[in-house]
């Protein structure tokens, strides 16, 4: 199994900074890709990145340019440049390992305008 904690979250002002870290422990051997999602109050969860074991990166349209992920062992990192209001939202990061997602428990992301 694989465990995660995220932390990171926080009010940010518009056009503002955050960076999200969210480190694994367990089988974290087996971990084939790493990645966020977000769910905005009465909104489906959506993926905002993702990257895998080997390096490749995957984003949603409505973030890149602003977003990017990365990897340092065990914690990936999502740095979140020129929040929008839009951006607010719980953010969830999330493993995919033996063909099971694991999720952490959300960290509260907030853009006031």
């Known amino acids: 199994q694989v465990q995660l904690v995220e932390s990171g979250g926080g009010l940010v002002q518009l056009g503002g900074s955050l960076r999200l870290s969210c480190a694994a422990s367990g089988a974290i051997f087996t971990i084939y890709s790493m990645g966020w999602s977000r769910q905005a109050p009465g909104k489906q969860r959506e993926l905002v990145a993702t990257i895998t074991s080997g390096g490749s990166t995957n984003f949603a349209d409505s973030v890149k340019g602003r977003f990017t992920i990365s990897r340092d062992k065990n914690t990936w990192y999502l740095q979140m440049n020129t929040l929008e209001p839009e951006d607010t939202a719980v953010y969830y990061c999330?493993?995919?390992?033996?063909?099971?997602?694991?999720w952490g428990q959300g960290t509260q992301v907030t853009v006031s305008s």
């Open positions: 999330n493993a995919l390992s033996r063909g099971i997602r694991y």
